[in-house]
């Protein structure tokens, strides 16, 4: 019988998500959008899945919440999302200490998250980005995350 591959590795490349984070957002103009967030990444008590959670004031938007795993056999990483308003998806993630990504492409609507961390990884700068069919991913708006313990 063949060792089955754990996730242990893989999980590792979670940890500088690890803790509570100021969110802030902001137009595709880039000008600031009133009200601000705060999003949580808590491990699982099982350590197989980190759980993010996001509230916030801004108008509009919706508190959420997120698993994330991985497959222990490739390393490859899925987000579930949903929040209040009833929704629910399943993104494919990249994450590697500079960059997370998170993609999904399927109808209606295919968006991804694109951000980089700072250099001491306090800071991860990024934009969601909806797609406009013929032309390709424009911005959607800009999240900034900065980390508060």
Known sequence: MSEQ???????RA????????????AGP??????G?????FHWHPSRAHLVQRTVTDVPGAPDSTSIIGCDAADG???????????????YSMHIDGRAWT???DGDPFPQRFVGEFSDDARTIAG?????EHA???????????RKIG
């Open 135 to 145: 032309a390709g991913f424009a911005v959607d708006f800009y999240l900034t995350y």
């Open 14 to 25: 979670l940890e500088p998500l690890v803790g509570e984070w100021a969110v802030e957002a």
């Open 5 to 11: 591959p754990t996730a242990a590795e893989a999980l």
């Open 36 to 40: 601000r967030g705060r999003a949580s």
């Open 102 to 104: 998170l993609q999904r």
């Open 29 to 34: 103009d880039g000008h600031p959008w009133p």
């Open 127 to 131: 934009r969601w980005e909806k797609a």
């Open 76 to 90: 490859s990483f899925a987000q579930l999302y949903s929040d209040e308003r009833g929704v629910c998806r399943i």
